[in-house]
């Protein structure tokens, strides 16, 4: 059993920044997918980026240039560097895993849908206020 438990999220004017972190135990195998996704309330969740164990990444177009992916397999977290921060950008965040070579015959932007995803953290709230 894979946990994901988030962190860092919070309350911050527009433009500022913030950095999430997701500890998980995924890195103790090879292949690995892991992304993170937001859901604002009435609306779906959607991806917003996506890494393999390849290191290859995929941004969503709304937060391209602004936000980035990476992780610290040493420190078994997986993060999530959010800049110039929006408004629209307020939601809960996740993030989620997928295990196993399988993830990796996907094209990369599948990394942005979460049905590919087996497993999943809490959430942690991020606010961006105007």
């Known amino acids: 059993q894979v946990q994901l438990v988030e962190s860092g999220g919070g309350s911050v004017q527009a433009g500022g920044s913030l950095r999430l972190s997701c500890a998980t135990s995924a890195y103790t195998y090879s292949n690995y997918c892991m992304g993170w996704f937001r859901q604002a309330p009435g609306k779906e969740r959607e991806g917003v980026a996506g890494?393999?164990?390849?290191?290859?990444?995929i941004y969503a177009d709304s937060v391209k240039g602004r936000f980035t992916i990476s992780t610290d397999n040493a420190k078994n977290t997986l993060y999530l560097q959010m800049n110039s921060l929006k408004p629209e950008d307020t939601a809960m965040y996740y993030c989620a895993a997928d295990l196993g070579w399988t993830c990796l015959m996907y094209g990369v932007s599948r990394l942005l849908d979460k049905d590919i995803f087996d497993y999943w953290g809490q959430g942690t709230q991020v606010t961006i206020s105007s």
């Open positions: 890494i393999r164990s390849d290191g290859s990444t």
